[in-house]
């Protein structure tokens, strides 16, 4: 089972460059221009990735997340260096939750 949230970011482009900054760690299992795979090697899962993002407009990004994972939460934590965001689940504008809730 997987959960699904949104990001909402601050800026435009925002999006790109946290896609920008997970593409280039060692995280990253698979990744294409829009998107990123994200996988906790300690995890062991057999799942093809723990986590995705995928970039909606510039300044959301779309976040599946098959497995939880403190370390994913550091990386992508480190990614938005300190942009102001929202992490929505299912998108719900009027259900915010804190990112270490989803991630960890």
């Known amino acids: 089972m ?3 949230y949104r990001l909402m970011l601050s800026g435009s482009g925002s999006a790109q460059r946290v896609l920008e900054r997970l593409k280039a760690s060692e995280a990253c299992s698979e990744a294409g221009r829009d998107e990123v795979c994200l996988k906790d090697r300690r995890l062991n899962t057999l799942a093809a990735y723990d986590m995705r993002l995928m970039n909606e407009d510039g300044r ?3 976040l ?3 497995f939880r994972s403190a370390d994913l ?3 992508v934590e480190a990614a ?3 942009l102001p965001f929202r992490c929505l689940e299912d998108g719900d504008p009027d259900d915010e939750v804190a990112l270490v809730t989803a991630l960890a």
């Open 64 to 66: 599946e997340v098959n």
């Open 73 to 75: 939460f550091r990386l």
């Open 80 to 82: 938005l260096d300190g």
């Open 2 to 4: 997987s959960y699904e």
């Open 60 to 62: 959301s990004l779309w």
